[in-house]
């Protein structure tokens, strides 16, 4: 098939394209490459993409461009046929929408409109698009379904991406334009965003310097590995979404719908205290970490916690790798990285 992968030059995005890649898929990445964080490991990335094509004969070719510009997009549908389109580009993270929130209507929202549009006029069969697990926001039921409500949102971040979801449903009711989405519950692993709590805990405990240690450690997030991600994501994107049959328009399931509509959960379905994970972490290292202990920051979420029931049922699996095996590997790269 040829596939379109967003964001490519991203964490997830990269995994997802050379896996198609290895498998023998057609990739178009598009990815604007911004400065949000390093962007020479969104370069390096890049570079493995076109080593992984050259390898396995595969087709690849990489778009430099903005989603938010629309011309590059309407092209980007002009120029190829695409069988799938998978959807991983956004303005990521919790905190930084806080401060910079307009970025987030722009990759957000204005780009996930031109894919929409791309999509529909160009008659793509099946559109994957990433959401997040931030979306449950003020829920505390656990563990966190499909069918829950999402309408209590703690920060911005959450907000477009439950735009996201809503804004699919309307193309795929008024376009039949099959759409899934996935919300992703606290992605990790190697080549994993510099932003994100085990990429700074690594660098700072090496470096000898302190980590900040929110809520005291007693949160809870159901950490999901790259690899258990990366094949959700593909499984969920082959098999294309259908509309629901037995779908009650006067007791609307939010999850699914009378149109090809449907969202899941990517999650471990196995919450870990932070601490936990920190501590996963040292033993990793093999060195303690020296911990600044701090309140619950702005629009955090005490807990998350994936029911992955849904997801499992429709495409056969089930994200399992243990947290102490997936931090170990993600320190191994990073030492073999960074030379530390």
């Given at each position: 098939m040829k596939i379109l992968v967003t964001g490519n030059a991203g964490f997830i995005?990269?995994?997802?394209?050379?896996k198609l890649l290895?498998?023998?898929?057609?990739?178009?990445?598009?990815?604007n490459v911004n400065d949000y964080y390093d962007t020479e490991l969104k370069e390096a990335r890049l570079k493995i993409l076109e080593q992984t094509a050259k390898e396995t004969g595969s087709e690849y070719q990489f778009i430099r461009a903005d989603l938010a510009d629309r011309e590059a997009v309407e092209n980007c549908f002009k120029e190829h046929h695409f069988d799938r389109v998978i959807h991983l580009a956004a303005q990521a993270g919790v905190r930084y929408s806080l401060v910079n929130p307009h970025s987030y209507v722009a990759s957000n929202l204005i780009g996930f409109t031109h894919i929409l549009?791309?999509?529909?006029?160009?008659?793509?069969?099946?559109?994957?698009?990433?959401?997040?697990?931030?979306?449950y926001g003020a829920n505390t039921t656990m563990p966190f379904s499909e069918k829950h409500g999402v309408d209590h949102p703690l920060q911005?971040?959450?907000?477009?991406?439950?735009?996201?979801?809503?804004?699919?449903?309307?193309?795929?009711?008024l376009y039949q334009l099959p759409t899934t989405g996935l919300r992703f519950f606290t992605v990790y692993g190697p080549w994993g965003r510099p932003d994100m709590a085990l990429f700074k805990f690594t660098k700072n405990i090496i470096d000898g310097n302190s980590i900040p240690v929110f809520n005291h450690g007693k949160h809870t997030r159901d950490f999901t590995y790259i690899d258990d991600?990366?094949?959700?994501v593909i499984r969920a994107s082959d098999d294309i979404a259908a509309s629901n049959t037995k779908w009650d328009s006067a007791q609307p399931s939010p999850d699914s719908s009378n149109a090809p509509f449907r969202i899941f959960n990517i999650g471990n379905n196995n919450p870990v205290e932070l601490i936990k994970y920190i501590e996963a972490i040292e033993l990793a290292l093999d060195k303690k970490a020296n911990k600044e202990l701090l309140p619950l920051q702005p629009g955090d979420v005490p807990d998350t916690y994936a029911d992955s029931s849904a997801l499992e049922k429709a495409v056969a699996y089930k994200p399992s790798t243990p947290v102490q095996e997936g931090v170990t590997r993600f320190v191994k790269w990073y030492r073999d990285f960074y030379h530390v």
């Open positions: 995005g990269f995994h997802v394209a050379k290895m498998r023998g898929d057609s990739v178009i990445g598009f990815d549009e791309g999509c529909r006029h160009a008659q793509v069969p099946h559109l994957t698009y990433a959401s997040t697990s931030s979306v911005f971040y959450a907000a477009t991406k439950r735009a996201n979801e809503l804004m699919a449903h309307s193309y795929s009711h991600i990366v094949e959700g």
